[in-house]
């Protein structure tokens, strides 16, 4: 078993994101699908900023000795929950062409809240149902292309009376 700071994996998962969405997300999954690059770019360059203030305020607080019990020993158990995460993000990643953002959202949701040991239904449903549905419809409302699927086409006719 061996020992390793809680920050660094943070900051290495979080640098993996930005480098996914920089060279496969935004170009297959947005730019691909017709969709303006300029939000999901924005969003992406926020996230790279806020991770290098991480990495900042990381550095300094163990420059203090400010985290020397922020330690996490590895093992089966102690990376199985990012490892499933990790999964479940590929799985919506491919998920999101055939079934449209809604649903593979919501079961990622479902899933992440489950994983890190959310256990009310009714915050899991709130969150993991509203967040795609307003996300879904706030892009709409900007133009942006979100992949599709029967859900989506539903609120498509419903708000926009579009088919």
């Known amino acids: 078993m061996h020992a390793i700071h809680k ?8 640098v993996a994101f930005i480098l996914i969405n920089h060279f496969y997300l935004i170009p297959v999954q947005v730019i691909e699908q017709g969709s303006p690059e300029t939000f999901p770019r924005i969003l992406n360059a926020l996230l790279a900023i806020c991770t290098l203030f991480y990495i900042i305020e990381t550095l300094r607080r163990r420059r203090r000795g400010l985290d020397a019990k922020d330690v996490l ?15 479940s993000i590929w ?12 649903s593979p959202s919501i079961l990622l949701l479902v899933v992440a809240s489950l994983l890190y040991g959310e256990r009310s239904v009714r915050k899991i449903t709130a969150l993991a149902v ?3 549905v307003c996300a879904f ?10 992949p599709s699927g029967p859900i989506e086409n539903w609120i498509i006719a419903v708000f926009w009376g579009q088919s």
């Open 7 to 14: 920050n660094f994996v943070s900051i290495v998962l979080l």
């Open 73 to 87: 020993a590895l093992d089966m158990r102690a990376t199985a929950k990012p490892a499933l995460l990790l999964l």
């Open 91 to 102: 799985v919506w990643a491919e998920g999101i062409d055939f079934f449209g953002f809604i």
């Open 130 to 132: 509203l967040f795609p």
């Open 137 to 146: 419809v706030f892009f709409t409302a900007l133009k942006t292309v979100l």
